[in-house]
């Protein structure tokens, strides 16, 4: 079965400075899917990227950009020039390709608390 | 309006009880899926289904029971409630064609007293 790791329950960053979450997995599958979600307080699960392991190239969306390296089935998000709409939790989650099977595996989060 | 909406948002009830909570959608998607979220332990699925006659059993599925009554409504059960079944409870939709995303509701907050 797949696991999701985050070994971060909690980070903190200053505002405008960049943080860096940590994520690595296991499978055995070639061919998924990596997520992140960010929960607010308004419980709200909002996707932040997404990545297909079949793409080398690092996923970016704004701010926000990830570092994954297949072969040591990390997946780090990292947040540049933090703000305080950043403070959440942050979930990573693994999916595997469309199919039967398809469904979402999530780790348990991490705080990240953004500070003046 | 919202895409996927659960209701009740927020319910407090009694251990024994049976509980229902609602999901629809108004996304045409034909997947769905019920997850439980507690403090330390992310989310983790019940059940989910693909299509109206298909359901399927998540990794805590034991205590809950579903219905698909149509491709829109996902419905999850809480037979006989017990306290640990307190968590936050979240329903979410997928569709194969669209970039693999899960479509989150709001969440209901469940509390089993």
Known sequence: ???????????????AETVT??????????????????????????????????????ATENRFSVNFQKAAKSFSLKISDSQLGDAAM???????????????????GTRLQVTL | DADVTQTPRNRITKTGKRIMLECSQTKGHDRMYWYRQDPGLGLRLIYYSFDVKDINKGEISDGYSVSRQAQAKF?????????????????????????NEQFFGPGT???VL
């Open chain 1, 21 to 58: 979450l940590s994520c690595t997995y296991d499978t055995s599958e070639s061919d998924y899917y990596l997520f992140w979600y960010k929960q607010p307080p308004s419980r709200q699960m909002i996707l932040v990227i997404r990545q297909e392991a079949y793409k080398q190239q690092n």
């Open chain 1, 90 to 108: 942050y979930f990573c989650a693994y999916r595997t390709p469309t199919g039967t099977a398809s469904k979402l595996t999530f780790g348990t």
């Open chain 2, 75 to 99: 419905s999850l059960s809480l037979e006989s409630a017990i306290p640990n079944q307190t968590a936050l409870y979240f329903c979410a939709t997928s569709d194969l064609y669209e970039n």
């Open chain 1, 1 to 15: 079965a797949q696991t999701v790791t985050q070994s971060q329950p909690e980070m903190s960053v200053q505002e």
């Open chain 2, 109 to 111: 907050r469940l509390t």
